[in-house]
């Protein structure tokens, strides 16, 4: 069993502070905006290593080498605030599943990242010390629910998801189990290797002190306290991230004001 808690502070996106700091027991998320970058682009740009240029070029389609652009260079700028040093000197390795990490860091700070992103927005969550995992999705109500649900649902979380009446119930429901399994394969550094199946979370929309995740392929020395910090956007996206006991207090702060400082 690997147990998750809810952090039930109140979400207030905030203009983030000239001085960034953070500690073990705080987690930071960042909300970007893409449709809010415009004379800012060129800038953001230059931030990027030259391996990040080139496969920004892959990409057919404009909108997506966009997104690309802007994840990865406000990356950049986010993290060297709280490291205190150029976004262009930051180095990024790919852990064993595919997990990005920073490399070869001369600071004693172990920031740990984490990012997603869906339709026009971008969130990346800061922690130090301990494993971050975060997850968006965007509901434009032309997805089928019903042909993934049996995917991504347990048995136990299907006979919940039967006795909903409404179709926003529904829609909300899933995302809502989506997101904070995703988040918490992200954390654990396994992305969807795992059979999301196996794992079983509590679906209602505030989670309690008793909310947990069953999976059944974790062997009983493998347990580990986590938490789960529903992030509140709007109606259209449902987002949740992930963290360790440690993290007790959610900071949310607007990615696109560093820009405008």
């Known amino acids: ?25 705080e987690l930071h998320v960042w909300q970007v905006n893409l449709d809010n970058i415009n004379y800012q682009h060129k800038y953001l740009i230059s931030l990027l290593s030259s391996e990040e240029i080139k496969r920004s070029k892959r990409f057919i389609f404009d909108r997506d080498r966009h997104c690309y ?16 040093c150029d976004p262009q000197c930051l180095h990024f390795k790919i852990e ?21 992103h869906s339709h026009d927005l971008i969130l990346i969550a800061i922690t130090v010390e301990d494993p971050i ?26 006979k919940f998801f039967l006795t909903l009446k409404s179709q926003r119930e529904k829609e909300e429901t899933f995302f809502r189990c989506w997101t904070r399994k995703e988040a918490y394969l992200k954390a654990i550094g396994i992305g ?16 309690s002190s008793h909310d947990w995740l069953k999976i059944s392929t974790i062997s009983q020395s493998e347990i580990m306290l986590w938490k789960i910090f529903p992030i509140n956007i709007d109606d259209f996206y449902i987002a949740n991230a992930v963290a360790t006991f440690f993290q007790k207090y959610l900071f949310c702060y607007k990615g696109n004001e560093l820009l405008s400082v």
């Not at 069993?1 to 700091?21: A, F, G, K």
């Not at 652009?69 to 205190?84: C, E, F, G, P, W």
């Not at 969807?192 to 989670?207: A, G």
């Open 96 to 116: 064993s599943y595919g997990k990005p990490a920073l490399a070869n860091l001369l600071c004693s700070m172990k920031v740990q990242f984490n990012i997603s």
């Open 133 to 158: 995992g975060i997850d968006i999705e965007y509901n434009n109500k032309k997805r089928s629910i019903e042909r993934l649900v049996e995917t991504i649902f347990s048995p136990s979380e299907m």
């Open 69 to 84: 652009q802007v994840t990865h260079s406000m990356k950049r700028l986010i993290l060297a605030n709280y490291l205190d």
């Open 1 to 25: 069993y690997v147990i998750l808690t809810n952090n039930m502070n109140s979400i207030l996106w905030e203009r983030p502070p000239v001085q960034l700091s953070i500690s073990r027991s």
């Open 192 to 207: 969807l290797r795992q059979n999301l199946t196996n794992i079983s979370v509590d679906l209602n929309k505030t989670v």
